[in-house]
């Protein structure tokens, strides 16, 4: 989840101030951690809590009042601000750049080595995206997202089951095997490379107009941070795309210290202590993800 925090504060100072390019700074003056970082560690909780959908809709609560500037949009803002505990429709980004924790809870077992995609824990990542975004298109967006943050944990992480060689180190091959699956399962256009994709692209926040576009960010990088680089350059909701693709980007290559220590010094104590704990819950727990190599705050 901690790419999903870093993609968001790099791409925060070009959400209202697109660009085209590349050549950037990654941090800054007018960086920020945003609602994407606050509904992230939100979904976090709610895992640690129990995973059930009052458990998310409690945290999303908790942490959307505590931070209430963070930069909501408006039907989100007036749920979390209400007593109301149904969904509210939506078919916006804003479920999908939350979702990443629960992409590092999906376990493949004995069904990935033949070759079926995730099975277990798929049903926590559409409860924490259906709890507010029930449309359609807000949990097709919000899965894709967390399917393909499994698919690179497996695929780069290393394969070693019975009916599979291990490709971990053809990252092109990698790439492509999560390129077919999105674009089998979801029906995205996964085929454009980001340099056809960016000199056209406007702001959407849609589930359907941003997310294929972050992911194919990820899937045009060589690391974690050309994955964000590539997300800001589009010009779009730059925060929250560059939050979705730099957190399929982590599970693929990890995040490289320098990166890491920068990020945390814009976070305040109670987000920090979210990830400190979720650092815990995941060193701890019972059946770790297969493939899984642990890096502290990684997850």
């Known amino acids: 989840m901690f790419g999903a925090i870093i993609g968001d504060i790099v791409g925060s100072k070009y959400e209202w101030h697109p660009i085209k390019t590349k050549d950037f700074p990654l941090f800054s003056d007018g960086c920020r951690f945003t609602d994407d970082t606050v509904m992230t560690c939100a ?15 409690a945290a999303m609560k908790k942490y959307g009042r505590m931070y209430p500037h963070a930069g909501y949009g408006g039907r989100f803002r007036r749920w979390l601000a209400s007593d109301s505990r149904e969904p509210i429709g939506s078919f916006g980004n804003g479920a999908a750049m939350r979702v990443s924790p629960c992409g590092w809870m999906m376990d493949c077992g004995f069904m990935a080595r033949t070759g079926f995609m995730p099975i277990v824990g798929r049903q926590l990542a559409e409860r924490s995206i259906a709890v507010t975004h029930d449309h359609p298109e807000g949990i097709k967006g919000g899965m894709a997202v967390a399917d393909a943050i499994f698919l690179a944990r497996y695929w780069f992480g290393g394969c070693h089951g019975e009916f599979e060689r291990s490709i971990a180190d053809d990252p092109a091959e990698c790439r492509q095997r999560i390129r077919d699956y999105i674009n089998h399962e979801y029906g995205y256009n996964m085929s454009l490379p980001i340099d056809r994709i960016r000199p056209a692209y ?22 974690f941070e050309d994955a964000i680089r590539n997300a800001v350059s589009l010009g779009g909701d730059s925060d929250t795309q560059a939050a979705m693709a730099a957190s399929i980007a982590q599970a693929a290559y990890g995040i490289p210290d320098d990166i890491a220590e920068q990020a945390l010094s814009y976070l305040p104590g109670p987000l920090r202590d979210v990830l400190e704990r ?11 993800p297969l493939f899984f190599e642990h890096r502290p705050l990684a997850a």
Not at 43 to 56: K, Y
Not at 203 to 211: A, E, K, L, M
Not at 278 to 288: A, G, Q, S, T
């Open 43 to 57: 979904v976090a909780e709610g895992v640690m809590n129990g995973g059930g959908a009052d458990d998310f809709i």
């Open 202 to 223: 406007r702001f959407d926040v849609t589930c359907q107009g941003s997310v294929p576009e972050a992911i194919c960010c990820f899937l045009d990088s060589d690391g």
């Open 278 to 288: 979720w650092d815990d819950f995941y060193r701890e727990r019972d059946k770790p």
